[in-house]
């Protein structure tokens, strides 16, 4: 069991939902965090009882204050500790002895400054463990339950956001607190509002888990820094989205390639954190968003608006310009321009003026008042075709910006589809947009913006309708062979399993091998490459040499016994010549696959996530473009296609330029097989089977390459 | 200077900084956790024990002494 799992079974009930709240450390000095986090907790209203706990002060804003938590006579269900950081494991202890099981820590000067912050964030974690407590921080901004039954604000933030339904979790402390003010600013609301800092005890998947269940919240939001345990994230993120419907926006910083740097496989070196937790939590079904403007976009999408059922979008608008870029947005974003019924067109022919245009984008042109709007989106919002409304406004002499977002966002509110605004502008239109944001219809100052928003929502639709898929199993695959192979190697002190071995462990789990065989003279070599059938390919075989091709120690198409035969001779020169210390194992023949497209198929152990799969288009296209798609293992059957179609040079797969297409379905095999290996073989650190060797349609692909490194 | 007179001296000093009732300065009470100094009282600590006994403390060692019997341990150093 995960110790996030531990912590879910305790009582997180009582960090939102205290009856009683003592502050421990608090004083009288207006404007400290010790001050106003109890001010805060006072001035918005909190329905239970708080106490200020304070070494020398009577009172603390005309309350009467105690010197201990342990003199307070009653009991207190939250513990928020505002103590120098040097101090907190006495306020601690003395919680533990009081019998409080909740605490958020608010001190900083913890694992964040150090080694001597390591040390006190270690004993605080001890003595949480000896009492039982959970707690959030430290290191932290606080808590924020806008709930009328709570109202607490645990906080050192200026202002309580007003009620809503999105949930907010971040690690960074700062950032909450621009938050709360940029979503002030466009009258979103929150449910719950969490910084959780150091995460020394309660992490975001606790509170995450929390939140599947929080009548309150809509959609979680969460900001990351690192994750720490990213499996753990995935299943909680999937169980959320799976049994509630509750979507999740991670904007996930610091996206840095410095940890992929010293791979020592192209799957390593192309496999960064970054792209690993791109994949992830696509798989998971999370939203990944690059900048908090781009998170408030679609959470205000997801938590006001139904979800989308499609990409067919209509586009109501007073001018074609932005039509045009709406249009340009919505194609760019994958979704579709909705084609109306005959209904819906003869309604607008009805409705509309002669000079509008009443195919999408609609334009009901520039002195469109209110009336107009209503008819163009009540009808494209009753239209079986579309599913989902995009209404967009420029403020022109004669439009009325007022009645216009009022019919708006009644309309909208009258149908179960989707509809998002985009009145254009600032000065002008600023009294339509806070009309919208006040009665909740999503607004974006840029129709991309829109677009954008509204594809999250779609995707987010589409992974909450799939099926999880688990690793496929295959028959006859042979553990032992593939794990004798690594022990062996493992147990000669050896972290590199050249291709024979390689070939191998590949084999065991029914990764298409050629037929190969490792031939020590020339004869050896003569007799194995006619019995394997030719052309054959020869490449030298030492522990000593990694890069073949670098030593001449590879001849390719071979199509004689006696061409082996030299073919043999020849590469044993070559390799004595540029690498005369190198321990010859033998030359390792090969049958040689004449025609197919190359790609390639990695393993990497990630840290955080464990095995990810990678799969590209061999050559250049991973050299130079880096044209590779990530999953983490298990891989389905669903999954492994994704993971083909996604790449950018898909097309030469499926049989581009009047080409055959390339037999997809076997690489799909591949892809599964692989990940089972991965997953069942957690000694190899790092796999490239580079090239795989595609044939056409039904011809299958073949293992023409492949190292390990364990 | 004998050990007393530096207890003396530093409990008279702490009273004063932290504005405490001396009676609640106990040798094994913390200055921050007992008798409620911040960050900023602590600094003014240091210096008020620096000027009261003439001394030039190490800083961030002196910020590690968190009682008033480790006060006086930590300045008996200096004076002998």
Redesign the interface.
Same mark, same amino acid.
């Given at each position: 069991m995960s110790e996030s799992t531990v912590f879910a079974q305790k009582d997180l009930e009582h960090v939102f939902y205290p009856k009683s709240v003592a502050v421990l450390g608090t004083n009288r000095v207006v404007g400290t965090v010790p001050y106003d986090i109890f001010a805060n907790i006072l001035k918005d209203s909190f329905q239970g009882i708080v106490y200020p706990v304070s070494p020398k002060e009577r009172s603390v804003a005309g309350v009467r204050a105690y010197k201990y938590i342990l003199d307070i006579p009653d009991p207190v269900d939250l513990a928020i500790l505002v103590f120098p950081s040097t101090v907190c494991n006495l306020a601690l202890e003395q919680c533990g002895q009081k019998g409080v099981k909740s605490a958020i820590i608010i001190s900083a000067g913890f694992r964040e400054i150090g080694p001597a912050g390591i040390k006190r964030e270690e004993e605080i974690k001890a003595i949480a463990q000896k009492y039982n407590i959970s707690f959030i921080g430290p290191n932290c901004l606080g808590v924020i339950n806008t709930d009328p039954l709570s109202r607490l604000n645990a906080s050192f933030a200026r202002k309580m956001p007003q009620e809503g339904s999105i949930a907010f979790l971040s690690q960074s402390g700062a950032l909450c607190t621009a938050v709360l003010d940029y979503a002030q600013a466009k009258h979103i609301g929150f449910s719950k509002f969490v910084s959780f800092g150091n995460k020394a005890n309660i992490n975001e998947i606790d509170l995450m888990r929390y939140l599947k269940n929080d009548p309150k919240t809509k959609v979680i939001l969460v900001y990351l820094e690192e994750i720490t345990d990213g499996a753990g994230l995935m299943n909680v993120a999937r169980e959320i989205i799976r049994e509630t419907g509750k979507p999740i926006l991670i904007l996930k910083s610091g996206r840095t390639r410095e940890g992929a740097a010293a791979a020592a496989s192209h799957t390593g070196s192309l496999a960064g954190s970054d792209e690993v937790c791109d994949a992830a939590f696509r798989q998971a079904g999370i939203i990944r968003c690059t900048t908090i403007e781009e998170m408030f976009n679609a959470a205000i999408a997801l938590a006001y608006q139904p979800v989308p059922q499609g990409k067919r979008v209509a586009i109501i608008t007073n001018a074609g310009g932005p039509g045009v870029l709406a249009t340009d947005a919505a194609i760019a974003q994958r979704l579709e321009l909705a084609k109306f019924s005959e209904q819906t067109t003869e309604v607008f022919k009805k409705s509309l003026p002669a000079t509008a245009n009443i195919k999408n984008p609609v334009d009901v042109i520039g002195d469109a008042r209110a009336d107009r709007y209503k008819v163009a989106l009540g009808s494209a919002l009753t239209d079986p075709g579309v599913d989902g409304v995009f209404v967009i406004l420029t403020p022109q002499s004669m439009t009325d910006i007022e009645n216009i977002a009022q019919e708006v966002c009644t309309t909208i509110g009258k149908y179960d589809k989707p509809g998002y605004a985009s009145f254009m502008g600032e000065k002008d239109v600023a009294v339509g947009i806070n009309i919208l944001q006040q009665r909740s219809i999503p607004h974006y100052i840029l129709p991309e913006s829109m677009c954008k928003a509204y594809a999250s929502a779609l995707f987010f639709k589409e992974h909450r309708d799939q099926v999880d898929e688990p690793q496929a199993e295959f028959v006859g695959v042979n553990k032992p062979a593939a794990a004798d192979v690594i022990r062996s190697a493992m147990g000669a002190g050896r972290s590199y399993l050249p291709e024979e071995e390689s070939n191998v462990v590949l084999k065991a789990f029914g990764l298409p091998t050629l037929p190969s065989a490792l031939a020590r003279s020339k004869d050896e070599a003569m007799k194995m490459a006619g019995d394997i059938g030719f052309p054959v390919v020869l490449k030298i075989v030492s522990d000593d040499i990694i890069h073949k091709f670098d030593v001449k120690g590879v001849v390719l198409d071979v199509r004689s016994a006696e061409a082996a035969g030299e073919a043999y001779e020849s590469i044993l020169r070559n390799v004595a010549a540029a690498k005369p210390d190198a321990k010859i194992k033998g030359v390792f023949i090969q049958k040689m696959v004449m025609r197919g497209e190359e790609v390639i198929l990695g393993v990497k152990r990630d840290p955080s996530f464990g095995a990810v799969i990678m799969f590209g288009l061999g050559g250049l296209f991973v050299e130079v473009f880096k044209d590779v798609s990530f999953r983490v293992a298990p891989v389905g059957p669903r999954a492994a296609g994704e993971m083909i179609r996604e790449i950018r040079a898909y097309s030469m797969l499926a049989g581009a330029r009047g080409k055959k297409p390339r037999d997809i379905k076997a690489v799909e095999e591949c892809i599964q097989r692989l990940s089972l290996l991965a997953l069942e073989l957690p000694e190899i650190k790092e796999l490239d089977i580079n090239p795989l060797i595609v044939s056409d349609e039904g011809a299958g692909c073949y293992v023409a390459d492949a190292r390990i490194m364990l | 200077m004998d050990k007393a007179e530096i207890k003396s001296r530093v409990e008279k000093v702490t009273a004063q900084v /932290?504005?405490?009732d001396p009676k609640?300065i106990t040798p094994t009470a913390?200055f921050?956790? !007992? /008798?409620?100094a !911040? =960050?900023m009282q =602590?600094i003014e600590l240091i210096a008020a024990f620096e000027e009261e006994f003439n001394i030039s403390m190490d800083e961030q060692k002196a910020r590690?002494v968190?009682t008033v019997e480790g006060a006086v341990e930590f300045i008996a150093g200096y004076l002998k």
């Open positions: - | /932290l504005k405490v609640e913390n921050a956790f !007992d /008798l409620g !911040d =960050s =602590s590690e968190q």
